[in-house]
């Protein structure tokens, strides 16, 4: 079983900034892929950026330039930082990982969610 723990979402001004952090833990033996998606009210879960063992980070068009995304392998941690907020970005943010343990094949995990809130 593989847990996704969130943290760092809250409530900002336009312009503003925060930092997302994502934890992995549980018995998977392989992370495929570490990154985050968003879902505003009445719209459909979106990706927001991602990282692939081995490659690039690659990040939706309405978030380049603005946030980055950072992976650190060893504590099987990825991070969001987000800069220069705005109200659109309001929305739940999930952390994804795709892993694998003994049991399962490459499969997605999900976090429980974190709230952005971009108002002033």
């Known amino acids: 079983q593989v847990q996704l723990v969130e943290s760092g979402g809250g409530l900002v001004q336009p312009g503003g900034s925060l930092r997302l952090s994502c934890a992995a833990s549980?018995?998977?033996?392989?992370?495929?892929?570490m990154g985050w998606y968003r879902q505003a009210p009445g719209k459909e879960r979106e990706l927001v950026a991602q990282i692939i063992s081995g490659g690039s980070p690659d990040y939706a068009d309405f978030v380049k330039g603005r946030f980055t995304i950072a992976r650190d392998v060893g504590k099987k941690m990825v991070f969001l930082q987000m800069n220069n907020l705005k109200p659109e970005d309001t929305a739940v943010y999930y952390c994804?990982?795709?892993?694998?343990?003994?049991?399962?094949?490459?499969?997605?995990?999900w976090g429980q969610g974190t709230q952005v809130t971009v108002s002033s």
């Open positions: 549980g018995s998977m033996i392989g992370i495929n892929s």
């Open positions: 994804n990982a795709k892993t694998r343990t003994l049991i399962t094949p490459w499969r997605d995990s």
